[in-house]
Nanobody, 116 residues
Framework: QVQLVESGGGWVQPGGSLRLSCAAS????????MAWYRQGPGKQRELVASITSGGRTNYADSMKGRFTISRDNAKNTAYLQMNSLKPEDTAVYYCRKSLGDNLVSWGQGTQVTVSS
């Protein structure tokens, strides 16, 4: 059974940092592309960052320089390091795995709230 479990969300003040984790099970993690998406209040789900099975990364423009996606294949885990957080980063953050456009699965999401 495929499972993606996000953790690490919470409340943080503007300018703060959080590190999200996505632990995968039931898959051969190293062959999958991984991505983080987010959905803010009243907004559509949007791509935050992605990392291919080979380690190539891609970021949404508003996250470049602040967020870093990484993966540890030995731990079957993907990460999202978020720095210089802003109130507009408040959202539910979701982990996604895919093999090209196929075999897509999502985690349940983790809430990130940025406020003073």
């Amino acid at each position: 059974q495929v499972q993606l479990v996000e953790s690490g969300g919470g409340w943080v003040q503007p300018g703060g940092s959080l590190r999200l984790s996505c632990a995968a099970s039931g898959i051969i993690f190293r062959i999958y592309d991984m991505a983080w998406y987010r959905q803010g209040p009243g907004k559509q789900r949007e791509l935050v960052a992605s990392i291919t099975s080979g380690g190539r990364t891609n970021y949404a423009d508003s996250m470049k320089g602040r967020f870093t996606i990484s993966r540890d294949n030995a731990k079957n885990t993907a990460y999202l390091q978020m720095n210089s957080l802003k109130p507009e980063d408040t959202a539910v953050y979701y982990c996604r795995k895919s093999l090209g456009d196929n075999l897509v699965s999502w985690g349940q999401g983790t809430q990130v709230t940025v406020s003073s």
